[in-house]
């Protein structure tokens, strides 16, 4: 089987399950067992310096930064997504300038830099074997390249408009059961 992550999946307009409307979501893993992502555009409520703050973790960055909502799949699990320009031993690559972890110590590490170009996500997009590859063959998904820029520096009420037109698809004539590739 031909993998397709790492991509984006850019939800088709027809797609109305709030979990997914106008969803970038990163494709991370892709299989015969099934595959997995993390929605990259959806900003939740809770500010990262309150999520720090409540696991005792110091907290050096933007005040204002927001958790991002990765998915419904265990909505408990953590990962962190940031620029391969930051080190880390308990991350691993996910492509090309970005890389990921699931761990608290690489989200503390993250947080204790003023700066930094990092996003941290609850939860991520999980599907059962052939059901990703059902989910495209009935255009309910647009498979475009992902890039670490987009993911980082996008904001995410932008994210979803800006993929389809910087890969030349203007959202307003997409049409719901027709094909649509970048």
């Not at 930051?86 to 700066?115: H, I, K, W, Y």
């Not at 059901?131 to 009935?138: G, P, T, V, Y």
Request: proline content about 8%; glycine content about 10%.
């Amino acid at each position: 089987m031909e993998t397709l992550a790492p991509s984006f999946l850019i939800a088709m307009p027809q797609l109305m399950d709030p979990n997914f409307k106008q969803a970038v979501v990163l494709l991370l893993e892709q299989s015969e067992a099934g595959a997995m992502g993390v929605v990259v555009n959806r900003e939740s409520d809770l500010d990262l310096q309150q999520l720090c703050g409540s696991q005792n973790i110091p907290y050096a960055g933007d005040p204002g930064k927001r958790i991002r909502v990765g998915g419904p799949v265990q909505p408990e699990q953590g990962l962190v997504m940031f620029g391969d320009d930051f080190e880390d031993p308990e991350a691993q690559p996910a492509m090309d300038g970005l890389r990921v972890s699931a761990s608290t110590g690489t989200l503390s590490r993250l947080c204790n830099l003023p700066g930094g170009r990092f996003h941290c996500y609850t939860g991520y997009a999980g599907w059962g074997p052939g059901q990703l590859e059902q989910e495209i063959d009935e255009h309910a998904w647009i498979v475009i390249e992902a890039d670490a820029r987009t993911v980082l520096e996008c904001p995410p009420e932008e994210m979803w408009r800006r993929v389809l037109t910087e890969n030349g698809l203007d959202p307003a004539a997409l049409v719901p059961g027709g094909s649509a590739k970048a």
